[in-house]
């Protein structure tokens, strides 16, 4: 395949260079303008909203080529090449507050996340359920 | 790909926000762990930096969250432990 260079590049390194710019722009995220939102104008106050993000990819990519070697009537051999790729990725986002800037001054509001505080606190109830009643067992068996 | 580059960690001012003399300049943190042909990154809010006509305050973006949940977590992991250490003494 030929370039606007004129340099010929295989469709490997096209997608090479391509994964390479989408991991790239992976790492913007880790700007602050990812984290906090535009400000917001309303009633004479600035709302920014500030959020937690995590982002992971990965991807890879892999070819080859082979040739069969030429049979002993003298007829060259087959050959083939072939190439596969593939990749995942997850990303995560969540408020964890609300700035806001008005006649009273700058305030700082947490935003709670009632369905993640609800399933810990279910989940650390459970744990400590569970050990109770193995204790109470334990010493059950142990007086008698 | 050097080591510094795979993991870093940083603090990072975003921009200057304006209003009725007051400014403020909110403040992130991330880290950002590289590997070939991949990578994460985590980025939060840290705090904002409130500079009104020359008095400078900090005030920090608490993930109320982050804490309860890591809390119970903790705890219910503490229970589990001293559970486990007092059943094994009886």
């Known amino acids: ?144 | 790909m050097q080591a510094q580059d795979r993991l870093h960690w940083s603090t990072e001012q975003g921009e200057v926000i304006e209003k009725d003399g007051i400014r403020i300049t909110p403040e992130s943190r991330s880290l950002t762990i590289r590997w070939p042909n991949g990578g994460l990154v985590w980025n939060r809010p840290l705090a904002v930096v409130v500079d009104r006509g020359g008095t400078t305050e900090r005030i920090p973006i608490v993930d109320v969250t982050r804490w309860i949940v890591w809390g119970a977590a903790g705890f219910a992991a503490l229970v589990f432990l001293l559970g486990g250490i007092l059943s094994r003494r009886k």
Not at chain 1, 59 to 88: I, Y
Request: proline letters at 5%; charged letters at 20%.
């Open chain 1, 1 to 144: 395949m030929e370039s606007g260079m004129g340099i010929e590049q295989r469709p490997l390194d096209i997608v090479s260079q391509r994964i390479t710019d989408t991991i790239g722009r992976l790492f913007d995220i880790a700007r602050p303008g990812a984290v906090f939102s535009e400000p917001v104008e309303a009633e004479g106050y600035i709302a920014i909203t500030a959020k937690e993000i995590v982002t992971g990819m990965g991807m890879g990519l892999g070819a080859g080529s082979g040739e069969e070697p030429a049979g002993e009537d003298g007829k060259p051999g087959s050959g083939g090449e072939g190439a596969g790729g593939g990749g995942g990725g997850y990303s995560y986002g969540r408020p964890v507050a609300v700035i806001s800037i008005g006649r009273d001054g700058v305030q700082v509001t947490p935003v709670l996340d009632a369905t993640k505080i609800g399933l810990a606190l279910l989940t650390a109830w459970g744990a400590i359920a569970i050990t109770t009643m193995r204790m109470r067992r334990f010493s059950r068996r142990s007086l008698g």
